[in-house]
């Protein structure tokens, strides 16, 4: 897998898959290479771990996420590593269990997420509801979008979550029946099955019950008759007594008992075991004290038991079951369903808990109907064999209540017709009453106790009276306008047949709240009423669970808020903070920026949850926003300054040695003080006192006085005032270029400078020779740092091809280059007479490459940071806040403004600029 490639190789398991899982192996790893997702389809027992485990082996420098549904399953998987991998859980593998997943802390999940899994598996995703979907696997699949999922899965039933079948729906690379799975030779075959109802007296009951509700006339008692004919075929069986030894006929063999729920062992595991001794009394029982065969003990002493006398285990039906015990004799099943579903689930746990041996099978089971599903297995089993070639296909079946489920079966498709006879019934009576909501003594003209027979209907539905209505049945009635008992129940089942339709139309649940649907019901504020129920703790479990079933958000803010979570943890993992810049984009288009802005300020307004700002704080989020953060960053170094030279009287050209201008800084706050109404920058009460603790004058800062009294102090000290162009001071004054100019200006008579600033330059410049001296020679001077600037621009020229100087540039020789070539350009346009610019100066400029429109070199600079992270980096991926090393210059944010200009068609971008672009790799479409 191309980018499954992390963490180090510390597998070491070497497994060997038969020919179908092998087969499944390779269209998986196929699959998640070219779709990122794939999914096993196999039934029970079949090895779909093994697949998985060999994935693991074929990638050992991916880090694997294995997800679990609840502890059974994980002591499984973690017994299974005994066979494999000698007990030993590979390096690269980390073991997950949904429900604990759900409960993890804030810091969890970040410790998890920052391992960033190579690939997911999903083991046994049908198992998994919508609530552990929302709370654990959601929420990882958003936290690792790169990670591959490989998901294992069985086709007996459809998943309880819709989200987990549609993650997979594109991608089921193998998919397998139990017929199949037993024809292949990857289940085993049970060596004879044999079916028998029981207990028998609650389903004859029911059975009475749905005859007489189907309110027969008086005198016709043909359902009745047929009802006796059943119950005396099932008082000829042969007692379970004489059947039980019959099938499981080692008198001293070690026995499975699989009981379909804990509850039903509860309800029924006394009168078994009564049943079992009365078929042997020297009987001896076993409870599996653990949720894993592997590791029970009971299950230990059970297998070493070789007292004389059948030894049975008691156990309920679940994913520890699925681990071998040889020497198994036979198995029975004691079911309450007759689910096919659960059949093959309890038959397959139970088969591979025989081990490599086939065994007898005995089903217990609670309702008629479960009576045919050993009859419909062996039917597929025996055609899929056929198909395979075997020359004994299917598996010996004993029928010992075969005439008993024929007669039944006739009974059914009896009850079945007069059903619909009565179900037409009603459907001409409300064709011609334009109703259903019909008196209970209402009744058609051949006799038909319609009232009657629907109000039996209503109570059966809603569970008053006994009986059974299939799911066919209701939605008939349904469809005729049957309200049952209660009129808000019926309106509840149309605003879910509603939503399922929406659901099925648009992929989800989020329904505008206006939204009607064809038949005018207003579904959009139905979904907002049961949000308010649940949110309220006032709807049902069922109706919790079946809306969950159909992809239900309860709270559409917070799914939202999780999407954007989810933006701000990979960015964190990215880049191991949250400092992202204001308008910061996703690659999706999402303002993560703008998002984390609006959480600041919900929590400085206490509106944000707890449980929001504990999970932010996990990522490391700073509450203050951006410009306090920024400010705070300043003032620290200001305090730097302070300690350092016991003042904040920072020259406003300062700036440290980390490039920080901090002078114009210190400056901005005492501007922003002085004049609140004309600054963008805010001097608030708690700044202004951190302020005042390094002693900042709040007064209007003169920098000619200062400037003045360094110059002033330099004559004292050397004699002079012939201070190089390049001279700065401790403080970062450039004092010999403003000398310069304070010369030049007095000189001239510049109006710029008042009568008592002429007057103390006079005394400055007192002893110096006048420009009308022959001896003076301040021109000379000016020319030879002019030409002393010009020799670092064309050494700078010759080394980088162009003179587009950044404006902070400073050469090794201390010439502030960047500043003086922004200057000239301004000379240039403002001041043609400068003596900066003069004709000679401008040709010996254009002759090394000046670039005189500001626009242009500003550009050309941008252009020239772009192309040296072209040349570096190969691509002009760079991240949206990237900054130039050298420069700061900020080279993310100018790509991004270049792409906005290509959408908008700025004029800004011109042909030529586009095309030198193209030239160093830009993609348009970022």
């Not at 029946?177 to 029981?198: F, H, I, K, Q, R």
């Not at 479960?370 to 297995?377: E, I, V």
């Not at 002893?767 to 000379?780: F, L």
Request: charged content about 25%; aromatic content about 10%.
């Amino acid at each position: 897998m191309s980018n499954m490639q992390l963490g180090e190789d510390t597998t070491t398991m070497s497994m060997t898959l038969n020919p179908v899982n092998k087969a499944a192996f390779q269209k998986a790893v196929q699959s998640l290479e070219t779709l990122n997702r794939a999914a096993v389809f196999h039934p029970t027992g079949t090895g779909k771990s093994c697949i998985a485990w060999k994935v693991v082996e074929a990638h050992p420098q991916t880090t694997f996420f294995w997800l679990v549904a609840g502890a059974q399953r994980l002591a499984l998987r973690q017994a299974e590593l005994t066979r494999y991998n000698g007990g030993t859980l590979p390096g690269n593998v980390r073991f997950c269990d949904c429900e604990k997943l759900a409960a993890a802390t804030p810091e969890q999940w970040v410790r998890l997420g920052e391992q960033k899994p190579g690939c997911i598996v999903l083991d046994c995703y049908h198992e998994l509801s919508a609530v552990c979907w929302a709370q654990s696997v959601q929420k990882l699949l958003r936290m690792c979008p790169q990670a591959k999922v490989l998901g294992l899965g069985v086709p007996n039933g459809a998943p309880v979550c819709a989200a987990a079948q549609e993650l997979f729906a594109d991608c089921i690379v193998s998919h397998m029946t139990v017929a199949e799975a037993m024809a292949a030779g990857t289940m085993p075959v049970p060596s004879a099955y044999a079916a028998l109802l029981w207990p028998q007296e609650e389903e004859l009951a029911t059975l009475r019950a749905r005859i007489k509700n189907l309110c027969m006339p008086k005198g016709d008692t043909s359902l009745r008759v047929q009802y006796e004919e059943l119950s005396w075929s099932l008082r000829q069986v042969e007692n379970l007594t004489v059947l039980l030894p019959r099938l499981l006929s080692d008198t001293s063999g070690h026995y499975l008992v699989l009981f379909e729920s804990a509850a039903y062992q509860e309800k029924l595991g006394a009168e078994l075991e009564q049943l079992l001794r009365a078929v042997d009394p020297a009987v001896r029982f076993y409870a599996a004290d653990h949720a894993c065969f592997a590791d029970s003990a009971a299950v230990e002493t059970f297998l070493s038991d070789t007292a004389p006398g059948p030894k049975v285990l008691l156990c309920v039906n679940a994913p520890g079951v699925q681990q071998p015990l040889e020497g198994l004799a036979g198995v029975i099943l004691v079911r309450q369903s007759s689910l096919m579903s659960t059949f093959k689930q309890m038959l397959c746990r139970a088969l591979v808990a025989a081990g490599s041996r086939s065994v007898p099978v005995f089903d217990l089971v609670a309702q008629f109907e479960g009576l045919g599903n050993g009859r419909t297995l062996q039917r597929d089993c025996t055609e899929a064999m056929t198909r395979a070639g075997s020359k004994t296909p299917g598996f010996r079946q004993e029928r010992p209540m075969q005439q008993t489920y024929r007669l039944y079966g006739k009974l059914r498709r009896e009850m079945e017709a007069r059903w619909e006879v009565l179900c037409q019934a009603a459907a001409d009576a409300a064709a011609k009453e334009g109703t259903l909501e019909l008196p209970r003594s209402y009744t058609i003209h051949s006799g038909v106790p319609v009232g009657k027979w629907l109000e039996l209907q209503r109570q059966v539905q809603a569970g008053q009276r006994p009986g059974r209505l299939t799911a066919e049945q209701a939605a008939k009635l349904e469809k005729l306008g049957i309200r049952w008992n209660h009129r808000l129940e019926a309106a509840w089942e149309k605003g879910f047949a509603s939503a399922q339709k929406y659901r099925t139309e648009h992929g989800d649940l989020l329904v505008p709240v206006r939204y009607r649907d064809k038949n005018d019901f207003a579904l959009g504020e139905w979904i907002v009423y049961n949000r308010q129920r649940y949110l309220g703790g006032n709807l049902t479990q069922n109706r919790i669970e079946r809306l969950e079933a159909i992809g239900m958000v309860w709270s559409t803010s917070n799914d939202l808020w999780e999407q954007n979570y989810a933006a701000a943890t990979q960015y964190y993992l990215e880049h191991g903070d949250l400092e992202v810049p204001i308008k910061y984009e996703t690659p999706s288009g999402f303002g993560l920026g703008v998002w984390l802005g609006a959480q600041r300020a919900a929590h400085k307004a206490g509106e944000l949850p707890q449980e929001q700002v504990e999970r932010l704080d996990a990522l490391g989020m700073d509450w203050t926003n951006r410009n306090d953060r920024k400010w705070m960053s300043l003032y620290d170094v200001a305090a730097a300054y302070y300690h350092e030279h016991g003042n904040l009287n920072v020259p406003s050209e300062y700036v440290t040695p980390d490039g920080v201008l901090l002078g114009k800084w210190v400056a901005r706050q005492r501007y922003a003080y002085l004049n609140p109404d004309r600054s963008s920058a805010r001097v608030t009460p708690e700044r202004k006192a951190l302020l005042d603790k390094l002693g900042m004058v709040w007064e209007k800062y003169d920098p000619w006085q200062e400037r003045y009294d360094l110059a002033l102090a330099y004559k004292t000290e050397h004699g002079d005032l012939e201070i190089p162009s390049v001279y700065k001071t401790a403080d970062g004054v450039w004092l010999g270029s403003w000398v310069s100019r304070q010369r030049q200006a007095l000189n001239s008579g510049s109006s710029a400078l008042s009568s008592e600033r002429r007057k103390l330059l006079r005394i400055l410049f007192k002893g110096e020779r006048r420009p009308s001296d022959p001896a003076a020679d301040h021109g000379t001077v000016r020319e030879a740092n002019w030409e002393r600037n010009f020799r670092s621009a064309a050494r700078y020229a010759r080394k980088y091809k162009h003179l587009l100087v950044p404006a902070s540039y400073v050469d090794s020789d201390g010439v502030r280059l960047g500043v003086w070539i922004s200057n000239l350009r301004a000379a240039r346009k403002n001041r043609p007479d400068s003596y900066q610019v003069t004709p000679a100066h401008i040709k010996k400029l254009n002759s090394i490459g000046m670039v005189w429109d500001a626009r242009d070199a500003k550009w050309g600079t941008a252009y020239q940071q772009a192309k040296a992270y072209y040349k570096a980096h190969g691509n002009l991926h760079a991240a949206a806040n990237y900054k130039s090393d050298e420069t700061g210059f900020c080279l993310g944010d100018w790509l991004r403004r270049m792409r906005e200009w290509d959408t908008a068609h700025d004029p800004k971008l011109t042909p030529e600029r586009r095309a030198m672009l193209d030239k160093i790799g830009m993609e348009w479409s970022e």
